[in-house]
């Protein structure tokens, strides 16, 4: 697990991004707010584990803003962390599910291809129009990079656990052609709020700043 400080000043808030599968923190670094410090937790090829709390002890309010894959890591990380608000991008506390998220049968047959085929076109499907302005940042990773971190996901994610974030919102992109919006609808319930968005939500900082 990645850990970078995109931003570290006096501030008094923090937003605690915490990034999907193939990502890094370039894919938030464009987002500035003010009076807000930003933390990005990313790349989960060697596992993950629960965040050290005295990183944060500045901070009277945290927000979370977990994207993808990152809501359930989301769920492991930070359970020794008191959290503001939570808020859950295009992804479920239980990703490789059959009704909750991805089809299990569907990662792991993405996973084959990945790794015969490369990325470039699951990272376009993820990045929508984003994708040109987001390539040098994502493209970097090799294709064994991603496809060991989405092979360790994909395992973890399908042990027994229960989720303990009390999440305050649920961004569902009805554009996402990652995640089935219908799935996350399902799950999410009224805590879900349908966009026009494609499976990345972070490109329009003010929009962003709304929700906080």
Same mark, same amino acid.
């Given at each position: 697990?990645? &850990?970078? =400080? ?14 999907? =599968? ?5 894919? %938030?670094? /464009? ?7 930003? *933390?990005? #937790? ?11 709390? @005295?990183?944060?002890? &500045? ?6 803003? +977990?994207?993808?894959?990152? #809501?359930?890591?989301?769920?492991? %990380?930070?359970?020794?962390?008191? %959290?503001?608000?939570?808020? +859950? ?37 993820? *990045?929508?129009? +984003? ?13 064994? &990079? ?8 994909? $395992? ?5 656990? $229960?989720?303990?974030?009390? =999440? ?5 992109? @009805? ?9 996350? $609808? ?12 494609? /499976? *990345?939500?972070?490109?329009?900082? &003010? *929009? ?5």
């Amino acid at each position: 697990m990645q &850990q970078y =400080w995109v931003k570290k000043s006096d501030n008094k808030n923090l937003i605690l991004f915490v990034l999907g =599968w193939a990502s890094d923190y370039g894919c %938030i670094e /464009h987002i500035d707010i003010n009076g807000f410090d930003t *933390y990005a #937790v990313y790349d989960y090829t060697d596992g993950f584990d629960s965040l050290d709390k @005295s990183l944060f002890e &500045q901070y009277n309010n945290i927000t979370l803003m +977990a994207w993808s894959f990152g #809501v359930y890591v989301s769920e492991q %990380i930070t359970k020794d962390l008191t %959290i503001s608000k939570s808020l +859950a991008f295009n992804g479920t506390p239980y990703p490789v599910h059959i009704t909750k998220g991805l089809e299990p049968k569907r990662v792991s047959i993405t996973i084959r291809g990945l790794a015969k085929n490369g990325c470039t076109e699951f990272l376009k499907r993820t *990045y929508g129009g +984003a994708y040109q302005k987001m390539q040098d940042i994502v493209e970097p990773r090799t294709t064994e &990079q991603n496809v060991k971190e989405l092979e360790l996901l994909y $395992t973890e994610a399908q042990k027994e656990y $229960t989720p303990h974030i009390n =999440w305050d919102l649920a961004i569902i992109g @009805s554009e996402d052609l990652i995640f089935s919006p219908k799935n996350m $609808t399902t799950y999410w319930g009224l805590k879900g709020q349908v966009v026009p968005l494609p /499976h *990345y939500p972070f490109e329009d900082p &003010q *929009y962003i700043e709304t929700l906080l």
